[in-house]
């Protein structure tokens, strides 16, 4: 059944809006919890980061722990960055580093909870990477 013009026009209008405000939703959260949770790594204010890191990675990687989390700061806050500046590369980042932290915490047996609401996070930044190549899309369209 087709719908009459007049009524799918105010969506379409609504449509480019809402992309926008959902692109700049999704990028400003990606782009500010890596920042703040990497410059927390040095500081550890909110939690004790070490806790959630699995003894495997400290078998492999020849460092303490507490060196461990401040590269994971630097590549935390880098991430954050590459998402401000090229969100369509930074949200692959985000989530590639999500994924990461997942079979980290996946490797530890505990911290289920923190895992599953990653997931929903890296869901997140795979639809601001879609968001992100559409505009890029529309752009090069328009030129």
Excluded at 10 to 32: C, D, N, Y
Excluded at 50 to 61: E, K, R, S, W
Excluded at 100 to 129: C, H, K
Aim: hydrophobic fraction near 60%; charged fraction near 10%.
């Amino acid at each position: 059944m087709k719908t009459p013009t007049a009524a799918t026009a105010p969506a379409a209008t609504l449509a480019p809006a809402s992309h926008r405000q959902a692109f700049l939703l999704l990028r400003t959260a990606f782009t500010v919890a890596p920042v703040v949770f990497g410059l927390d790594k040095f500081t550890n204010l909110l939690t004790d980061w070490t806790m959630y890191l699995a003894p495997l990675v400290t078998d492999v990687v020849p460092l303490p722990a507490q060196t461990i989390m401040y590269v994971v700061g630097v590549v935390e806050i880098a991430a954050g960055l590459a998402v401000a500046l090229t969100p369509r590369f930074g949200s692959l980042l985000v989530a590639a580093w999500l994924l990461g932290i997942i079979v980290n915490l996946v490797i530890l047996g505990a911290f289920y909870d923190v895992a599953l609401r990653d997931a929903g996070l890296l869901a997140g930044a795979l639809a601001l990477n879609r968001l992100a190549s559409a505009r890029g899309s529309l752009r090069r369209t328009a030129e």
